[in-house]
């Protein structure tokens, strides 16, 4: 038995039919809609490479319900910016060169978007504790801050 | 036939795929080479090592190809590499493109492996640079009819150096043909491997690409969301797979309900011997199957000691192997005789995960036969031959795509994730997609070593190191081979019956500290478990050194304070040359305060403030770390608040990349020194996740990392990936001795550790 479910994501607007609308958003995107992004990290909400925004807030794609989301609005990554109208966080990251591996990029990114949005020139103790949670296992860290500082910088 | 000699006769029968090059690895934001080698028509030919074809191609618009058998886990060594073949080429570092670790374009060159990747990597791909410069020096010397000596070279163009109108590009003389040039080759596959034509190479003072800093080529695509990572593919047909593991260490399974999970569409069992896994079509469905498929396992009587007294254990085990390694000079019994004082002192340090970003994945496609396996594995060419041992198919018959993984900082889940991968693919029919959850990759994946180690010492009058003995004992750090060319060495391979055969490996510490009489040595001890292990052990990033630093660096501290001297007053006394020049760089950086370590001012102070140092090096590379702590005495909570890092890698490719690495390393291994310990009960690993196996937060990070680049472009690169990651854990540790007068000879520096050692 499946259920046709209603989802915007990055402006476009999808119907997807799924097996248990208990599934959390991150297989929807990445499974129904093909999108590599967001990533996999833990599941569990303890990572944040998973992140998107709903409806302008960062929340965690990989422990949201797909019913829950719904009708909302929803902004990946990719969405965020393009190489020729990036993000001035995206901008940021390139130009500080912040990701190793990567695969934490969107955790950092879309939490930092909200912040910025919310907070657009946060101090450093700020930008530690609105990022304070996510995990990055290469320690970019240092290049996380000056990124998110230089992004402020230039909104 | 061994595995290495497998991947060399099939490389040597390959390479009919130069045609469509490169499209899968290079990311979009790659030079300008990208678009004309994915389209440039190059006849095939197979991989040879003695040819420079197998390390490079002129395209037809001039710009270069070169074929790259190792990998870049984040840090830019493709950029490095590019930089060191456009610097003897003469061509800007843009118009080198770098293919990387796919087993049909590439010569197996080890993969990622002990920050090789410039040092070793580098050797092959700028002698053949240089025989490429040559032979086209050669044949424009032809066409011109100028002699050679009478010729020069700037972007990509030979002109004659006294009319420089006269002048013939790479693009026109070669630009989509075969050079057809054999070099001498070493012999060697892997990290050691060689070749050399003869060729002169550039001067070092005459370095215009070398020593700048172009940026990587993958950050674009990562930023904006590009399919760059394994996790990205996806091969029509694919399912989705997850493994089941023992609930308890040792267990093997007895039976499996597939009724359990018949309500999940299109879900089923796949299981063979100990191995267990469910695919579906849906990877929720994959993830909902494994969640609820009942199956029962033996119980095995409790496979680990009690956690609390690993150390103990590791103490009393019996041992394996004993080496005597490093440097060994005079006698220390004699050293003894004359010390004025004996030192001695213990260091522990616990199992730590690899704990990747992301659990490891892989996708395996098996066609006519054919194997295709892209995997995040650090050494592709490697997870080729243990798929092809694997799967009984001849070597040829895989062919290894490396794209970037979810992290990896050494042997993690991606070579268990790769066999894996292709096994169900084999056993089911169908291309496979699996990708570990959470506790695959923390729980599950080989760990690096916990062990014990024991240092004692004599100082003369003058407060000098009169004799030195260094000793460690502990699991072996090759409980499962670097690589996973050898199923033996892999989950499914063992699950399906084979036993672990462990190498038995350790270290011992690297300085050039001036000891008289000085004997290091290593112990390591039988693995917890004969396979299936969660405790078995591998290398993570720089296999051993921090533990063993640790241990070392925190002793010359003890030794200093013995001998009532400055902690870099001390080390100083004992270096000389580069080695010294980088302890003074760092203590300069850091605003060093000279005196004898220990706590000043109001004890009963509640935020304590302290600085400590420490020095290593590793196969040349020197680093010194110093580290500012503030110890809370409340709460016993360390933050390490600031560094100065001197860094000495020999010759600089790119100072921005570098810096990059460092300041990775640094803060990775502050969460290794403050936070991380794998932990577990008598039958099972219970670090499972971020909230189980902690690492460092953003909160927690310094306030500054000050980097000193110490060049020296005469020195040939001796290696930066790891190095960094050695000193800091010792740095930090007598740092917070400096601060509380704690001396803390186990890690991790938890805040349990300070408040059980306050007076």
Known sequence: ?155 | MNAITNILKSDLTRRGILKSAGALVISFSAPVALAEAATAAIVPKPLDPTQLDSYLAVHRDGSVTVFFGKIDGGQGTDVGIAQIVAEELDLPADRVAVVMGDSALTINQGGASGSFGITWGGKPMRHAAAEARRFLVNLASERLKVPADKLSVANGTVFVTDAPGKKITYAKLIGGKFFNVAMKWNGKIGNDLDVDGGAPLKKPADYKVVGTAPKRRDVVAKVFAKPVYVTDVRVPGMVHARVIRPPVAGATLVSVDEASIKSIPGARVVQKNGFLAVIAPKEWNAIRAAQQLKASWTQPAPAFPEPGAIYDYIRQAPVRKRVVEGTKKGSVDDGMKDAVKVVTADYEWPFQSHASMGSACAVCEIKNGKVTIWTGSQKPHYAQAGVAALLGVPPENVHAIWMTGPGSYGRNDAGDAALEAAFIAQAVGKPVRLQGMRAEGIAWNAKGPASVHHARAGLDANGKIIAYQFESKGFSRLEVDSNESNPADSLVGQQMGIALKPTDSFGTPDDSYDVPNRLMAWETIPPLLDRVSPLRTSHLRDPVGPQIHFASESFIDELALAANTDAVEFRLKHLTGRDAAAVKAAADKFGWDTRVSGPRGDAKADIQTGRGIAYTKRLNTIVVVAAEVEVDRRTGKVRAKRFAVAHDCGCIVNPALLHNTIEGNIVQGTSRALHEEVRFDRQKVTSVDWETYPILDITEAPEKIDIVLLDHPEIPPTGAGEPSSRPVAGAIANAIFDATGIRLRRAPFTPAQIKGSQA
């Open chain 1, 1 to 155: 038995m499946t259920t046709q479910i209603h989802l915007t994501v990055d402006g476009k607007k999808h119907t997807i039919a799924v097996d248990d609308p208990n599934m959390p958003l991150l297989y929807a995107l990445r499974d129904e809609l093909g999108m590599d992004n967001p990533h996999f990290g833990c599941g569990l909400a303890q990572c944040g490479a998973f992140t998107v925004h709903v409806d302008g807030q960062a929340i965690r794609s990989c422990v949201t319900p797909l019913a829950a989301v719904k009708d909302a609005k929803i902004t990946t990554l990719a969405g965020l910016g393009t190489a020729e109208h990036p993000h001035p966080l995206q901008a940021a990251y390139v130009e500080e060169q912040v990701p190793q591996c990567g695969y934490c990029i969107n955790g950092w990114i879309m939490t930092a978007a909200a912040l910025l949005k919310s907070n657009p020139h946060p101090s450093d103790q700020q930008i530690r504790d609105g990022l304070s949670g996510l995990k990055c296992r290469c320690g970019t860290h240092m290049a996380i801050i000056r990124a998110v500082k230089r992004a402020a910088a230039m909104a």
